[in-house]
Nanobody, 120 residues
């Protein structure tokens, strides 16, 4: 089992920055793709960013490209989401995800979420 705990959310004004952290425990997460998702009130959970364990490739939803950066520290079993130039539409609960796919088998873990609120 892999446990994920997010932190770093809060209430900020538009234009500010926040850094979310996701600490993993229970097993090494170095072979997992690590991602961030978010869910705004009344909306579906959406993909935000992912960092592949193999090769370190990253991918972002278009709305955050150039503003958000995902990174990981395998020594600390932690993944980060640096969020700059925040906008009110970034307001959501942000969830950390760890995923390992081996053929038809998907090993998928989620954190409990951290609230990010951006005021205008």
């Amino acid at each position: 089992q892999l446990q994920l705990v997010e932190s770093g959310g809060g209430l900020v004004q538009a234009g500010a920055s926040l850094r979310l952290s996701c600490a993993a425990s229970g097993r090494t997460f170095s072979s997992y793709d690590m991602g961030w998702y978010r869910q705004a009130p009344g909306k579906e959970r959406e993909f935000v960013a992912v960092l592949r364990w193999s090769g370190g490739a990253t991918n972002y939803v278009d709305s955050v490209k150039g503003r958000f950066t995902i990174s990981r520290d395998n020594a600390k079993n932690t993944v980060y989401l640096q969020m700059n130039s925040l906008k009110p539409e970034d307001t959501a609960i942000y969830y950390c995800n760890a995923r390992h796919i081996a053929g038809d088998y998907v090993d998928d873990y989620w954190g409990q979420g951290t609230q990010v609120t951006v005021s205008s």
